[in-house]
Antibody
Framework: EVQLVQSGAEVKKTGESLKISCKGSGYSFISYWIGWVRQMPGKGLEWMGIIYPDDSNTRYSPSFQGQVTISADKSIRTAYLQWSSLKASDTAMYYC?????????????WGQGTLVTVSS | EIVLTQSPDTLSLSPGERATLSCRASQSISSSYLAWYQQKPGQAPRLLIYGASSRATGTPDRFSGSGSGTDFSLTISRLEPEDFAVYYCQQYGSSPRTFGQGTKVEI
């Protein structure tokens, strides 16, 4: 069974750094792109970027380029989303999800989400 | 960037009724790279439709997608109680990938 299991909820202060994780199981982790999607409170979905774990090839949405870093450690089947300096506006639910196949495919499997709360 | 506009924002219907949701793109979406997702409160989204009209594994056949170019729709032929949720369209043919703002289907 394909599963993406995300790290737990985080409460941070503005200016702090953070790295959240997404561990894949039940499939060949290195063979599928993994992406991150933001959902701000009460709002819709925003595509942030994707990574190919085998070679760490990464693509970002222009809205998130330079704001976050997506990485992966294929040895432990885990993808990451990190911030170097959090803002209050980063408060959101973050989902990882797997692309069906190539980069021109939708997300088929999703993690349960990681709630990030940033306050001053 | 391709902007996806969904309508209506909210659809108020009863179980057994037919629901038709619209997704309009600001530019033509290549090769019908359009997907629909369902999201229930407190849950992650779930892929329903890809390629504009292909049902994902496990999607009931009361869900159907259609359209091409800039106009797409999702139809739920007869609403079941578990279908009341928010539905998002997404284009994955152009960068950056984008989602519509969502349509809430409520009782």
């Amino acid at each position: 069974e394909v599963q993406l299991v995300q790290s737990g909820a985080e409460v941070k202060k503005t200016g702090e750094s953070l790295k959240i994780s997404c561990k894949g199981s039940g499939y060949s982790f290195i063979s599928y792109w993994i992406g991150w999607v933001r959902q701000m409170p009460g709002k819709g979905l925003e595509w942030m970027g994707i990574i190919y774990p085998d070679d760490s090839n990464t693509r970002y949405s222009p809205s998130f380029q330079g704001q976050v870093t997506i990485s992966a450690d294929k040895s432990i089947r885990t993808a990451y989303l990190q911030w170097s300096s959090l803002k209050a506006s980063d408060t959101a639910m973050y989902y990882c999800a797997r692309l069906v196949g190539t980069t021109v495919t939708p997300f088929d499997y999703w993690g349960q989400g990681t709630l990030v709360t940033v306050s001053s | 960037e391709i902007v996806l506009t969904q309508s209506p924002d909210t659809l108020s219907l009863s179980p057994g009724e037919r629901a038709t949701l619209s997704c309009r793109a600001s530019q033509s979406i290549s090769s019908s790279y359009l997907a629909w997702y369902q999201q229930k409160p407190g849950q992650a989204p779930r892929l329903l439709i890809y390629g504009a009209s292909s049902r994902a594994t496990g999607t009931p056949d009361r869900f159907s997608g259609s359209g091409s170019g800039t106009d797409f729709s999702l139809t739920i032929s007869r609403l079941e109680p578990e279908d009341f949720a928010v539905y998002y369209c997404q284009q994955y043919g152009s960068s950056p990938r984008t989602f519509g703002q969502g349509t809430k289907v409520e009782i």
